[in-house]
């Protein structure tokens, strides 16, 4: 589902993330395979996720090691993400389209499986953030987005920052988290986010094939647009135009 489009998109990232189940022994040396074989990202920038673990007893040990590599394209609005039965493919502001967006993923999903042969797709994740300024305090919020919080009105110049969450399991089986959260920018506009973030997991049961994950992702797709449309006002329609 392509939805309804907007001259001027609040998307500040959308992402598609995979967890495969678990194939041969992982080697560092995918991600150096997979921008030889991906031309958008062969000149590209990378960077590196660490992650220090410890565990406590007698003693503590304690390390650092690589979780995921970043490979960007030369404007770096594009990302893919590298690591041990995973990949996720980023595309950050200014968006351009799920129609270009499918195609990349589909591409980095057929060219990590050519590499390295799972066995399939434990989870799939779609994730957009979308961010707009209005003018006013985080109270305003209700003017632009659809909830049941109920936010304060009294003392309007009081309040800071708003944050509320709300998790929704649907028929298919995907888990939607949503985070609504406004915070104050300066005296007279505040910053709204609306994160949604859908994960189908498959990892206590049989992995998808990898024929299937598209129409997942497309799903998911067709699930956060609705979710997005059914949350905003006329009056956040208005500022994406």
């Known amino acids: 589902m392509q939805g309804k489009q907007y001259p001027n998109p609040p998307i500040e990232e959308a992402l598609v993330e995979l967890r495969f189940d678990p194939g041969p022994e992982w080697d560092w040396t995918v991600p150096g395979m997979l921008r030889a074989k991906l031309p958008i990202y062969s000149n590209s920038h990378s960077t590196q996720q660490h992650l220090t673990v410890g565990v406590r007893g007698a003693g503590f040990v304690g390390g650092t090691g690589i979780t995921r590599v970043h490979l960007a394209t030369e404007d770096k609005a594009q990302l893919l993400g590298i690591g041990p039965d995973l990949i996720s493919v980023h595309r950050l502001r200014p968006y ?3 129609n270009n ?4 993923v589909e591409e980095a999903l057929q060219t990590y499986s050519d590499l390295q042969s ?3 797709v434990a989870r799939v994740g779609l994730r957009y953030v979308n ?3 209005f003018h006013g305090s985080p109270s305003g919020l209700v003017k632009y987005v659809r909830t049941s919080l109920p ?10 920052r708003v944050i509320t969450n709300a998790h929704v399991t649907l028929a298919s089986g995907a888990f939607v988290a949503i985070t609504v959260a406004a915070a104050r920018l300066d005296a007279d506009k505040t910053e709204l986010t609306l994160d949604f973030d859908l994960t189908l ?3 206590g049961a049989e992995p998808l094939s990898l ?9 998911l797709r067709t699930e956060e647009r609705l979710a997005f449309e059914d949350m905003i006002t006329d009056d956040a329609r208005a500022l994406f135009v």
């Open 211 to 219: 024929d299937e994950v598209m129409s997942r992702i497309d799903g």
């Open 118 to 120: 799972p066995k399939g």
């Open 131 to 133: 961010k707009f300024a």
């Open 101 to 104: 967006l499918r195609p990349r």
């Open 201 to 203: 997991d498959c990892s």
């Open 96 to 98: 351009d389209g799920w």
């Open 151 to 160: 936010v304060p009105e009294r003392n309007e110049s009081g309040v800071e």
